[in-house]
């Protein structure tokens, strides 16, 4: 797969993009590129329009980032784009947590002195999963 740099303005917005987000979900984003970097593209089709990616590349520009990582898929026919575009954003609502596998490697990462907002869970969570049964 290649991966290019872009200038973060380059990759255009796809108009009907169905998923939307609050800010509160471009501060959580923009924090985890923050610490831990870009670690994953933003993909676009051969037009340069967004198919992966709206959320993280929002962040970016949050953080006055100034180039993004891109790869053009450009083996994907206009159907297989649109259809990609969806199954993304819809395919990660099929998982759940193990709430007891959660909880441990919560409360391990917090006796790391590690910063717990980092992970993407609200006080409110950390506190319900660090809570004593």
Known sequence: MLVETWPIDRPKDYSKNARKWSARAVEKVAASIREYGWRQPVVVDASGVLVIGHLR???????????????VAHDLTPA????????????????????????LEIAE??????????????????????RDP
């Open 57 to 71: 590349r929002s962040a970016g520009k949050f953080l006055g980032l100034t180039e993004v990582p891109v790869h």
């Open 80 to 103: 297989q784009i649109r259809g990609l575009r969806l199954a993304d954003n819809r395919t990660n609502q099929e998982a759940e947590w193990d709430e007891t596998l959660l909880a």
């Open 109 to 130: 990462l917090g006796g790391l002195d590690f910063d717990l907002s980092l992970t993407g869970f609200d006080v409110h969570e950390l506190d319900s999963l660090l």
